[in-house]
């Protein structure tokens, strides 16, 4: 188990490979064959901090968008 967790920190996917491929799948259009090229090189701490990031900033907008129609 650890093995594996340490060959996947080892993965060469780019952060900004992983933040596009993260805001695709964010907006639920990810294809099959580009989700098992993702799963094969993106880094799996990329993917954790972009999606925490990205689930932030949706929040955030949402409390915006409410705060301006209510007021």
Do not use: C
Request: proline share 1%; no cysteine.
């Amino acid at each position: 188990m650890m093995k594996e967790l340490q060959e996947a920190s080892r993965r060469k996917g780019t952060f900004l490979g992983t933040l596009k491929a993260i805001g695709w799948a964010f907006f639920g259009v990810r294809g099959g064959k580009g989700y098992e090229r993702d799963l094969a090189q993106l880094n799996p701490l990329h993917v954790i901090i972009i999606g925490l990031l990205l689930a932030a900033l949706f929040v955030v907008t949402l409390v915006i968008i409410v705060n301006l129609v209510v007021g």
